[in-house]
C-alpha cells in the first residue's frame, strides 16, 4: 500500500471515527479538567462522552444547544465504530489500571500487616522490633 493510500485511509477513518472517541483518546480531554492531565481511555468512552455531553448540551436553554445535543446524538454510531476499532488499546489500558491497582492494594496490605504485626508485638510481647530491622515491603 503506497503512503498516499495509507494516508487517505487513515484520514478516512478518522473521519469516521466519531467525536466522543476522540475526546477519549485526546489529550486533554476537551470536555473539561485540567489541561495537563492525560487522556481518559476507557473502554467505549467515546460513547460514553457523547451521551454525557448531549444530556449536558440539552439541559440548555436556546437552540444551539439543543442542536449540539442532537449532534451528539448522531455521533453515537460513529463513536461506537471507533470505539470499537480503539479496543485493543483501551482494553490494555483498563487491564494495565485494574492490575496496577490491584498491586497497590496488595503492596498496602502488606504494610498494614506489618504494622499490626509490630503492634501486637509491642502490647503482647514486649518492645517492637527496631525500624532499621523491619522486614523491607
Not at 478516512?12 to 471515527?17: C, D, E, F
Not at 473502554?43 to 439541559?59: E, L
Amino acid at each position: 500500500m503506497s503512503r498516499t493510500a495509507f494516508a487517505f485511509a487513515a484520514v478516512i477513518a478518522g473521519s469516521l471515527a466519531g467525536c466522543g472517541t476522540t475526546m477519549n483518546i485526546a489529550a486533554p480531554n476537551p470536555l473539561g479538567g485540567d489541561p495537563h492531565s492525560k487522556p481518559a481511555i476507557t473502554v467505549y468512552g467515546g460513547v460514553a462522552n457523547d451521551v454525557r455531553y448531549a444530556k449536558t448540551a440539552a439541559g440548555y436553554d436556546g437552540v444551539a444547544p439543543k442542536l449540539l445535543a442532537v449532534a451528539a446524538v448522531l455521533d453515537i454510531p460513529f463513536s461506537a465504530i471507533g470505539d470499537t476499532l480503539t479496543l485493543p488499546i483501551t482494553g490494555t489500558v483498563t487491564i494495565w489500571r485494574l492490575v496496577d491497582a490491584l498491586n497497590y492494594m496488595a503492596e498496602d496490605h502488606k504494610r498494614a500487616s506489618i504494622f499490626h504485626s509490630e503492634w501486637w508485638r509491642f502490647w503482647c510481647n514486649g518492645e517492637p522490633t527496631p525500624v532499621a530491622q523491619l522486614p523491607e515491603s
